[in-house]
């Protein structure tokens, strides 16, 4: 059975550039494998204020939405940076999104 893509290409236009690092690491302490993409995505950004003793803080993140899979060849999407709108970011968190036959239907990262 043929899943239907939940984050369809059309709508993917934001122009983003991702650098990927692995989990494992080399005897160095440098990330093993490293992957640098020049993709389209949807990208939501959204800001939270958060209040602190001392002043006012505000937090700006963002999704990225990917359709299928981006780095196949790493088993997780745990780190590294996006380029996004002329800005670097720090990727927090990220996600492949799986059909129930295991196949990856789309990916998230999360950015701040």
Known sequence: MKYPCLVPKKLCRTKIQVHLESEELTN???PKNTVDLDLTC???DRAKTILTAE?????ITGTALF??????ELPSLSGGT???FGETRRIVQGTKNRN???TVNY???EVM
């Open 107 to 109: 990916c998230t990262l």
């Open 82 to 84: 996006v380029e996004v």
């Open 100 to 102: 129930p036959d295991g």
């Open 67 to 72: 359709p299928g899979d981006i780095a196949p």
């Open 55 to 59: 002043k006012k803080l505000v937090q």
């Open 42 to 44: 949807n990208f939501q």
């Open 28 to 30: 160095l302490g440098e």
